[in-house]
């Protein structure tokens, strides 16, 4: 209970120092801006968490979120866990362009894996260095981007893997897709 609850406390204290530390907008940092965590030295990285080892796709999947809150995905069942996949129209190419261009603007982003259908990036904190797992999918004959971002530790991020997504839908809307 006492290790609950100290996860619990330091997810809210990132995500509120994130609102508080770095209220400007995306685009205001490169993605590999070091932002707060260098002034933080001592906590850079202690937040970030083991990668995962059940990501990627699978038979056409994204895996499943655990029962934490703090997973969204497009392929979950679960209303607590599902977000809309991103619609859009013409190749999947050309989506996925339009994709990683907005991720290459997202503060604090890394792109880990790319192929022709999928990415896989890890977004980290500003303050505790936290580390969540996202991932889009570009299914055969469909014209969606698949969704899921986790975060690695803790039991909630106070919706951040949600408001993150969002955003990043609305710049690909923002920029025709």
Not at 50 to 65: E, F, K, M, R, Y
Not at 79 to 97: F, M, R, T, V
Request: proline share 8%; glycine share 8%.
């Amino acid at each position: 209970m006492l290790q609950r609850c100290f996860c619990l406390l330091i997810s809210a204290l990132c995500t509120l120092g994130i609102l508080w530390v770095n209220p400007s907008p995306a685009h205001a940092f490169p993605a590999d801006h070091p932002s707060i965590p260098m002034a933080l030295p001592g906590l850079q990285g202690l937040f970030a968490g083991d990668s995962p080892t059940n990501l990627g796709v699978d038979h056409g999947q994204l895996a499943p979120c655990p029962a934490s809150p703090n997973c969204i995905s497009s392929q979950s069942r679960d209303p607590e866990h599902y977000i809309e996949p991103i619609a859009y129209q013409g190749d999947n190419q050309a989506a996925k362009s339009v994709l990683l261009d907005v991720l290459s603007v997202v503060p604090r982003t890394r792109i880990i894996e790319q192929g022709d259908r999928y990415v896989r990036v890890e977004f980290t904190t500003a303050l505790m260095g936290f580390v969540d797992d996202g991932e889009f999918y570009f299914p055969d004959n469909e014209n969606l981007i698949h969704l899921r971002s986790a975060s690695r530790l803790g039991e909630s991020d106070l919706g951040l893997n949600r408001r993150r997504m969002e955003q990043i839908r609305l710049a690909m809307r923002d920029l025709g897709v």
